[in-house]
T-cell receptor
Framework: DAGITQSPRHKVTETGTPVTLRCHQTENHRYMYWYRQDPGHGLRLIHYSYGVKDTDKGEVSDGYSVSRSKTEDFLLTLESATSSQTSVYFC??????????????FGPGTRLTVL | GESVGLHLPTLSVQEGDNSIINCAYSNSASDYFIWYKQESGKGPQFIIDIRSNMDKRQGQRVTVLLNKTVKHLSLQIAATQPGDSAVYFCAETPASGGSYIPTFGRGTSLIVHP
C-alpha cells in the first residue's frame, strides 16, 4: 500500500464547529487531493495541491479550505461544519497529473459526522 | 453496467465464475482509464489501468477492455473469489484541459457467493 495515512479516522462534531482533517504521505509525491464520497455520487474532488503552498479548487470546494506547508502533509479544514458535510473523506496522492503516466493512490478515509 | 455519474448496480456471481463489470464513460477526449476496487470501510485500491492507444490490457486474473468507438470500458475478473467482493469503479481522465483530474464513476457492487 502507498504510504498514506489520514487522521482522525472517525469524527463526530456539531454544526458550526471548525474541523481539520489531516493527510500524511511518506511517498514524497508532488500531488495530493481531497475527495468526499457520498452514496449516489461517487468520489467528488474538493481541493487538490500540486506542490507546497500550491492548491486549487475542485468541483465541490464551497465550505472547505486546504493548506499544504510541507510536501508530506495536506490539511482539509471545514471552517464551520454543516450537516451536508457529513461524508467519508479520502485523501489521494500521485506523482504527477499527466494522467497517462500517473495513478492516484488513496488513503483509508475519514468518516465525518456533523450533528 | 454503470455510467460515470449514474446509480450503483449490483452483480452477483458464484465463486469460480468469471465476472464482467462494465463502465460507460462520457468524455471522448479521455485518454487514460483506471479501475479501482473498494472494500467496505477502506479506500479505493488501484487494480489496473489502460491508455486510449490500447484495446486490452491484462493483469493477474483481471483484464480491462476499452472500446473507444462506443466509449465503453469493462473489467473482467477470472475465477472470481469471495475476496473479490467489493465495489468496483472506473475513472477517466482527459488528455487535455490542463488539470488532468479524473472523473470517477459511482461503481458496481460485486457480490461473490461461496
Amino acid at each position: 500500500d502507498a504510504g498514506i495515512t489520514q487522521s482522525p479516522r472517525h469524527k463526530v462534531t456539531e454544526t458550526g464547529t471548525p474541523v481539520t482533517l489531516r493527510c500524511h504521505q511518506t511517498e514524497n509525491h508532488r500531488y495530493m487531493y481531497w475527495y468526499r464520497q457520498d452514496p449516489g455520487h461517487g468520489l467528488r474532488l474538493i481541493h487538490y495541491s500540486y506542490g507546497v503552498k500550491d492548491t486549487d479548487k475542485g468541483e465541490v470546494s464551497d465550505g472547505y479550505s486546504v493548506s499544504r506547508s510541507k510536501t508530506e502533509d495536506f490539511l482539509l479544514t471545514l471552517e464551520s461544519a454543516t450537516s451536508s458535510q457529513t461524508s467519508v473523506y479520502f485523501c489521494a496522492i500521485s506523482e504527477s497529473t499527466r494522467a497517462s503516466t500517473d495513478t492516484q493512490y488513496f488513503g483509508p478515509g475519514t468518516r465525518l459526522t456533523v450533528l | 453496467g454503470e455510467s460515470v455519474g449514474l446509480h450503483l448496480p449490483t452483480l452477483s456471481v458464484q465463486e469460480g465464475d468469471n465476472s464482467i463489470i462494465n463502465c460507460a464513460y462520457s468524455n471522448s477526449a479521455s485518454d487514460y482509464f483506471i479501475w479501482y476496487k473498494q472494500e467496505s470501510g477502506k479506500g479505493p485500491q488501484f487494480i489496473i489501468d489502460i491508455r486510449s492507444n490500447m484495446d486490452k490490457r491484462q493483469g493477474q486474473r483481471v483484464t480491462v477492455l476499452l472500446n473507444k468507438t462506443v466509449k465503453h470500458l469493462s473489467l473482467q475478473i477470472a475465477a472470481t473469489q469471495p475476496g473479490d467482493s467489493a465495489v468496483y469503479f472506473c475513472a477517466e481522465t482527459p488528455a487535455s484541459g490542463g488539470s488532468y483530474i479524473p472523473t470517477f464513476g459511482r461503481g458496481t457492487s460485486l457480490i461473490v457467493h461461496p
